[in-house]
């Protein structure tokens, strides 16, 4: 099974290697990277990523994960850090909020709505920090094609979810580690001692050494 990982066209990315080294210590499957930048970590697939919304990128990246892998696989991202070895799960965080804020995000959490809305479709809000697996190719097809967060989207398409939890996301340094799987971070994740003792030093390259 592959993991997608998207990544930015960045010089540096200090929550990859991490990302990487915890898929590899704690699961069989194989690491790949989409975007411009190839990191050197694992096997990349190049994706064209000219100047762009997140959304749109993270469209591209999904597309081409389509594409290329034809099969079921595990969408993840460059600062999500498996904690043990875990199955993944279609993890929502409760029902998705009709925001009305200014921001992007905002806007997209409104948007999502409205199109879940008008197709009579539930509003889990899976816009977690946790891999999504996907199994449903057809779905993840038609959730690109709607208008809004093609995780929640995808997630509504496919039934109701496996876990409803808080999201992982840690936003300060002295958060403790989530009682799940995943962890995410704000930061790099060297800036959190309690996630730095337990993903431990990073060691990668295309041979896993």
């Keep these: 099974m592959i993991v997608v990982l998207p990544v930015a066209n960045e010089p540096r990315n200090l929550s990859l290697p991490h990302a990487v080294a915890s898929i590899r210590k704690h699961t069989e499957f194989e690491p790949v990277t989409f975007g411009m930048k190839d990191f050197g970590l694992c096997r990349h697939i190049h994706v064209d990523e000219p100047r762009d919304t997140k959304f749109a990128n993270e469209a591209r990246v999904m597309r081409k994960a389509l594409e290329t892998i034809g099969a079921e696989f595990i969408y993840s991202a460059d600062d999500i850090y498996w904690l043990r070895p875990a199955e993944p799960v279609r993890w929502a965080i409760g029902d998705l909020d009709d925001d009305r804020g200014r921001t992007v995000y905002q806007q997209r959490k409104h948007t999502t709505w409205q199109t879940l809305k008008a197709h009579g479709l539930p509003t889990w809000d899976y816009e977690s920090h946790t891999p999504l697996p996907v199994t449903d190719l057809h779905a993840m097809t038609l959730a690109l094609n709607m208008t809004g967060a093609m995780r929640s989207l995808y997630g509504n398409l496919t039934g109701v979810p496996d876990v409803v939890a808080p999201d992982v996301k840690l936003r300060r340094r002295s958060d403790p580690l989530p009682d799940a799987p995943w962890a995410s971070t704000e930061a790099p994740p ?16 295309r041979t896993g050494q």
């Design 190 to 205: 060297e800036r959190y001692p309690l996630l730095r003792s337990t993903l431990g030093p990073t060691r990668g390259s």
